[in-house]
T-cell receptor, first 110, second 114 residues
Framework: QKEVEQNSGPLSVPEGAIASLNCTYS??????FFWYRQYSGKSPELIMS????GDKEDGRFTAQLNKASQYVSLLIRDSQPSDSATYLC??????????FGKGTRLHILP | DTGVSQDPRHKITKRGQNVTFRCDPI?????LYWYRQTLGQGPEFLTY????????KSRLLSDRFSAERPKGSFSTLEIQRTEQGDSAMYLC????????????FGPGTRLLVL
């Protein structure tokens, strides 16, 4: 059974601090990794994708991938109250299919 | 690019009734996915189409569920004889087969079965 594991949280982070979200996956052949943000009652919104080992930065977001450890993370710098949401990690299990973790709830404390 | 659209956004029905949801993908996307999401869970895969062909159905998809994509554009998901356990958010996503499987979601249809 291919799995994507995330800590469900909630993760509470003071405003302006760095939020660190983690995800592990079981399928060693996975090549594509995604982070989605989901506000309560809304649908998932893609915020980052990463395909190679190392870091990928986009504004206040940095995705980190370590395929040897089967680990992907998302860092949010200068956290804002608007970052409070559930963050879903998704991993491809073949060319045409991805599976999702259960998500980590992030709460930014004003 | 108008994004993925879904209709209706909300549906309340009584147990035993049939419901149908529609999804319009991003126009150039040839892959279309249906997911179900319940509270505290990530999206669970139900089925997907490449063009008009339905290539996979999850074991979660009982015989009461059927999906179509007759012309390779919009898709419909029908649930027959709804049960209270069908209450969930039904999400549609689309992607382009040459695009590293980046899926973009519609706003979802929230179903409540009374």
């Amino acid at each position: 059974q291919k799995e994507v594991e995330q800590n469900s949280g909630p993760l509470s982070v003071p405003e302006g601090a760095i939020a660190s979200l983690n995800c592990t996956y079981s399928d060693r052949v996975s090549q594509s990794f995604f982070w989605y943000r989901q506000y309560s009652g809304k649908s998932p919104e893609l915020i980052m994708s990463i395909y190679s080992n190392g870091d990928k930065e986009d504004g206040r977001f940095t995705a980190q991938l370590n395929k040897a450890s089967q680990y992907v993370s998302l860092l949010i710098r200068d956290s804002q109250p608007s970052d409070s949401a559930t963050y879903l990690c998704a991993v491809n299990v073949r060319d045409d299919k991805i599976i999702f973790g259960k998500g980590t709830r992030l709460h930014i404390l004003p | 690019d108008t994004g993925v659209s879904q209709d209706p956004r909300h549906k309340i029905t009584k147990r035993g009734q049939n419901v149908t949801f529609r999804c319009d993908p991003i126009s150039e996307h040839n892959r279309l996915y249906w997911y179900r999401q319940t509270l505290g869970q990530g999206p669970e895969f139900l089925t997907y189409f490449q063009n008009e062909a339905q290539l996979e159905k999850s074991r979660l998809l009982s015989d009461r569920f059927s999906a179509e994509r007759p012309k390779g554009s919009f898709s419909t998901l029908e649930i027959q004889r709804t049960e209270q356990g069908d209450s969930a958010m039904y999400l549609c996503a689309s992607s382009y087969s040459q695009g590293r499987e980046t899926q973009y979601f519609g706003p979802g249809t929230r179903l409540l079965v009374l």
